[in-house]
């Protein structure tokens, strides 16, 4: 491979400039360059699970899977920016700045059939209970960052301000089956007044709810999270991707594989080390879910490339 400078980095090889941003267009010769790597410097990888992974990804790619480069989410917005908080407008405008596919919210119905973005169903440090509480009394809180804590009125109409970044809206598993259906219902009736149903994504650890979503909104990306099922069965409820954890995900090359097979995406979280995301990118996931989309975003104009 032409232009790979001889810095000796190991049997993974960071580039910035020489080579275009990474792409695995050829999943034959990604494999070759694994196997290859492995066989110069089997020990430079100095994680044991993440050379397994490298090397699944690469009998996977082997097998004729083709890989893209995935698509950064921003997990509860980009809130590890300056004057961010998890899930405020600001974790959105910051995520939209630096150009990442979605950036991720978490839903709740109030007492008062109110939606409200927050990701705990008690607010730290209060006895607020974002179910059991009314929109008034929840917005009053004020997050780290000097906001109060928005409604998801308040997140569309910014998400509108926009015309790129997703709104990747999680709906919080309610106490029961009830207000899981009604948060869903709720949920579908605001992103379709706001006119954005073609801005927003859906996630759920709920099955229910998941179906749901995708019954109403049947063109809409709803991906299922909890990690039990799957791929072809959630495809068979008009469910379009998976969205599981790493250490769920990573060691089932077959999922990733049966997932694409029937035409899904696949979606992990929380991917906060490099040596993770690196992994991710290997196995051929589809989007990545992190606290550091910034940091996700630079690995990404990387080359994977051989050492000499
Ligand atoms: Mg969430």
Same mark, same amino acid.
């Given at each position: 491979m032409p232009g790979i400078p001889e810095n000796g980095c190991g049997d993974i090889l960071m580039q910035t400039k020489?080579?275009?941003? @990474?792409?695995?267009?050829?999943?034959?010769? @990604?494999?070759?360059? =694994? #196997?290859v790597s492995f066989q110069k410097s089997p020990t430079n990888i100095s994680?044991?699970?993440t050379k397994n992974l490298i090397l699944a990804a690469a #009998?996977?790619?082997?097998?004729?899977?083709?890989a893209a480069q995935p698509k950064v989410i921003a997990h509860r917005g980009y809130w590890t920016a300056p004057e961010s908080a998890q899930n405020s407008?600001?974790?959105? !405008?910051?995520?939209?700045?630096?150009? =990442?596919?979605?950036?991720?919210? %978490?839903v709740w119905l109030t007492a008062d059939d109110k939606l409200i973005v927050n990701? %705990?169903?008690?607010?730290?440090?209060?006895?607020?209970?974002m179910e059991k509480a009314t929109a008034k009394e929840i917005t009053a809180i004020v997050l780290p960052n000097g906001e109060n804590i928005p409604t998801l009125e308040d997140y569309l109409t910014q998400a509108a301000k926009s015309d790129k970044t997703k709104l990747i809206c999680e709906i919080k598993r309610h106490s029961s089956a009830a207000n899981n259906q009604r948060a869903a219902d709720a949920v579908v009736a605001a992103v379709k007044a706001a006119g954005l149903t073609d801005r927003v994504e859906y996630i759920a650890f709920d099955l229910a709810t998941c179906k749901r979503i995708a019954a109403a909104l049947p063109?809409? #990306? =709803?991906? &299922?999270?909890? /990690? %039990?099922?799957?791929?072809?069965?959630?495809?068979?409820? /008009?469910?379009?991707?998976?969205? &599981?954890?790493?250490? !769920? +995900?990573?060691?089932?090359? %077959?999922? +990733?594989?049966?997932?694409?097979?029937?035409?899904?995406?696949?979606n992990t979280w929380t991917v906060n080390a490099e040596q993770d995301m690196m992994s991710c990118i290997a196995l051929g996931m589809d989007f990545i879910t992190t606290n550091y989309p910034q940091t996700l975003k630079e690995l990404l104009t990387k080359t994977f490339v051989a050492p000499n």
């Open positions: 020489v080579l275009p941003p @990474f792409r695995l267009v050829n999943p034959e010769m @990604f494999a070759t360059f =694994v #196997m994680n044991d699970m #009998m996977l790619l082997a097998g004729g899977a083709v407008i600001a974790s959105f !405008t910051k995520a939209d700045a630096v150009g =990442v596919f979605g950036s991720e919210i %978490d990701h %705990d169903r008690i607010y730290k440090g209060t006895d607020v209970n063109d809409a #990306m =709803v991906q &299922y999270l909890n /990690g %039990d099922i799957a791929p072809a069965a959630l495809r068979a409820d /008009g469910i379009r991707g998976i969205d &599981y954890t790493f250490s !769920t +995900i990573s060691v089932r090359p %077959d999922w +990733i594989r049966e997932a694409h097979d029937n035409g899904m995406v696949v």
